[in-house]
């Protein structure tokens, strides 16, 4: 068999080809431009093949460059997966990206379920409102509530969700019951204005329409930013919140809010899990997803 370039070359063009430059691959390797520069040109004299068109401020990959880029990225991810999902007891660690949301009022509640499934697996959970960028491989699994249209990663539903407007029984002992959608505009509405403007219609916006109340009064009251401050300030009756069902289930249950009304109206979003094609298959992605959609199943 022919002897592999050195490692250490085929990292260098392999950041290089992903980062469009040397001085951006110099810093994600820790090594100086020039360093990066010699082991790619060392690369590209011992295969005999020009593998980078170099440009004033960029440089991009030829066609055999992107064929040998393409095949380093899936094998450095497989490395990375199998050096930091192993530790020395043989452990798996996973990372987990959701919306602080989903993390804190649904996710969390149920990890000990898992933990008590698959004590090997260790799970590290990051929750932010931005969307974890997968390629940059920080994350091993992605939770979204989104339209499902996740380009180049592999995407499987969880479950639909729906609203309905909720309250705490101290506030609604106060105002007086709601027997019809209409009873909502003299209440104190809060607004979750994360969600005021998206296409998730989970907000106020849709609920309104379904119930053709007058659009000019949606916006009428507290403006909240996120779910998780909108909840507790109907938690602590500040007034009326669209809930998604997901969200409230442990306060429903408890008896810290209530539903105001029977009808749900589904969103149209719903939840899904999304990761890298290279690691959807491996076994302790595979678990994990396979429990959260054990658990969608069961909410």
Do not use: C
Request: glycine share 6%.
């Amino acid at each position: 068999m022919r002897r592999l370039p050195p490692l250490d070359s085929l990292r260098a063009f392999e950041a290089v080809a992903r980062l469009g430059s040397f001085k951006r691959a110099a810093e994600e390797l820790a090594v100086t431009a020039s360093a990066v520069s010699h082991r790619v040109a060392d690369l590209e004299a011992e295969l005999g093949v020009a593998l980078l068109v170099r440009h004033v401020r960029r440089v991009e990959p030829t066609f055999e460059g992107e064929a040998l880029a393409a095949g380093m990225g899936r094998a450095l991810q497989e490395i990375r997966r199998t050096v930091a999902g192993v530790d020395r007891r043989g452990r798996a660690r996973l990372r987990v990206s959701a919306i602080p949301s989903h993390a804190v009022r649904w996710l969390a509640p149920r990890l000990q379920r898992f933990r008590a499934l698959h004590p090997e697996i260790d799970i590290d959970i990051i929750a932010e409102l931005a969307l974890a960028d997968l390629s940059q491989r920080t994350v091993d699994i992605a939770l979204r509530f989104g339209g499902g249209a996740y380009p180049n990663l592999r995407v499987e539903r969880l479950m639909d969700d729906a609203i309905f407007p909720v309250a705490s029984p101290d506030y609604m002992a106060a105002k007086g019951p709601v027997a019809a959608p209409a009873d909502i505009l003299r209440l104190d509405r809060l607004i979750d204005t994360t969600a005021r403007d998206d296409q998730s219609g989970a907000h106020w916006q849709h609920w309104f329409e379904v119930n053709g109340l007058p659009p000019d009064a949606v916006h009428d009251g507290m403006n909240l930013n996120g779910s998780l401050l909108t909840l507790e300030a109907a938690v602590n009756g500040l007034g009326v919140a669209i809930a998604r069902r997901t969200l409230v289930e442990e306060d429903l249950r408890r008896g810290r809010l209530q539903r105001l009304l029977d009808a749900e109206i589904p969103t149209n979003w719903s939840h899904y899990a999304v990761t890298l094609p290279a690691v959807a298959d491996w076994p302790p992605v595979r678990r994990f997803v396979d429990w959260l959609k054990a658990e969608a199943a069961g909410a």
